[in-house]
């Protein structure tokens, strides 16, 4: 099956950048999508089709997507990005629906 | 506004059964595929299952095959996850998802399944 692979902790102090990667074997060729969840709430959508904004979703969050892995970058870290970011693909071989197994993103 | 609605949650011992259900709003349901995702106590998101805008077709992921039936009611705009023989790593929050060009883009609140003896 598909597996995305993504770092368990990304540490960043307030204002810098933080690049959270995913990777996957040709994982260039899919959309790829990204979600943010904060402690005590449904996951909400921040990037799709590898760099994309959802609506409402600020500037700061960016995605790239190369041959083997996606990017997430959130620029300009705030407290309130401290969050779980996971990245997330449809693999149409299998038809199957897949998550990395997240990020956590602490705020120094 | 998109609303969507979990509801079924509950406790149950091993091997029992369970129905939940995802009341949906504020966009035009039957246009949609729609998913659920489930997450355990502090681990991350896993896929469960989806179904395609009509109901014809639907996907489970392995760890639930045979066991868990996706399916809808678009007259009524209802989404359900009918759940058997259900074990102990079925415990978690289940989530009901829409779907956009394979992006998940609402998300419900989600509602609690526990299983436990």
């Known amino acids: 099956s598909y597996v995305l692979t993504q770092p368990p902790s990304v540490s960043v102090a307030p204002g810098e950048t933080a690049s959270i990667t995913c990777g996957g074997d040709?994982?260039?060729?899919?959309?790829v999508h990204w979600l943010q969840q904060k402690p005590g709430q449904a996951p909400v959508l921040v990037v799709y089709d590898d760099d994309d904004r959802a609506s409402g979703i600020p500037e700061r969050f960016s995605g790239s997507s190369s041959e083997n892995a996606a990017t997430l970058l959130i620029s300009r870290v705030e407290a309130g990005d401290e969050a779980d970011y996971f990245c997330?693909?449809?693999?149409?071989?299998?038809?199957?629906?897949?998550f990395g197994g997240g990020t956590k993103v602490t705020v120094l | 506004e998109v609303q969507l609605v979990e509801s079924g949650g509950s406790s149950v011992q091993p091997g029992g059964s369970l129905r939940l259900s995802c009341a949906a709003s504020?966009?035009?349901?039957?246009?949609?595929?729609m998913h659920w995702v489930r997450q355990a106590p502090g681990k991350g998101l896993v896929w469960v299952s989806r179904?395609?805008?009509?109901?014809?077709?639907?996907g489970h992921a392995d760890a639930v095959k045979g066991r868990f039936t996706i399916s809808r009611d678009n007259a009524r705009n209802i989404l359900y996850l009918q759940m058997s023989s259900l074990r102990v790593e079925d415990t978690g929050r289940y989530y009901c998802?829409?779907?956009?060009?394979?992006?998940?883009?609402?998300w419900g609140q989600g509602v609690m399944v526990t299983v436990a003896s």
């Open positions: 040709k994982i260039g060729t899919k959309p």
């Open positions: 997330q693909v449809w693999d149409v071989t299998t038809d199957l629906y897949v």
């Open positions: 179904i395609n805008a009509d109901g014809s077709s639907t």
């Open positions: 998802v829409r779907d956009l060009a394979t992006r998940l883009d609402y």
């Open positions: 504020g966009f035009t349901f039957y246009s949609h595929w």
